[in-house]
């Protein structure tokens, strides 16, 4: 699976982004999908993930509300909607696709990572 995000870019704190992540290579609708973030000098935290069917959702309870996390098995796309962003939200967001029945809120659970997209929120 070959994963290439976008969508990142400068925004003012209280805006809003949609992060998209394009799937491509083996079949996308068996894996679950993840977004991570890293922020500078800190380490990568999980955000959140979808099922591959789309039924469950994952956040972390901080995020939860302002993001909301789908998928497009059709386009073979997952989202990131990021509502109400705050300065500390900036990071570097990756993407990433694990096998289902594993811990989806830990990073050495994907197999598969984007490249990264950066969201930058200015106060």
């Known amino acids: 699976v070959q994963l290439q995000a976008s969508g990142g870019g400068l925004v003012q704190a209280g805006g809003s982004l949609r992060l998209s992540c394009a799937a491509s290579?083996?079949?996308?609708?068996?894996?679950?999908m993840g977004w991570f973030r890293q922020a500078p000098g800190k380490e990568r935290e999980f955000v959140a993930a979808v099922s591959w069917t789309a039924s469950t959702t994952y956040y972390v309870a901080s995020m939860k509300g302002r993001f909301t996390i789908s998928k497009d098995n059709a386009k073979n796309t997952v989202y990131l909607q990021m509502n109400s962003l705050k300065p500390e939200d900036t990071a570097i967001y990756y993407c990433?696709?694990?096998?289902?029945?594993?811990?989806?809120?830990?990073?050495?659970?994907?197999?598969?990572w984007g490249q990264g997209t950066e969201v930058t929120v200015s106060s």
């Open positions: 990433a696709a694990a096998q289902p029945a594993r811990d989806y809120y830990t990073d050495s659970s994907y197999d598969y």
């Open positions: 290579g083996r079949t996308f609708s068996r894996y679950v």
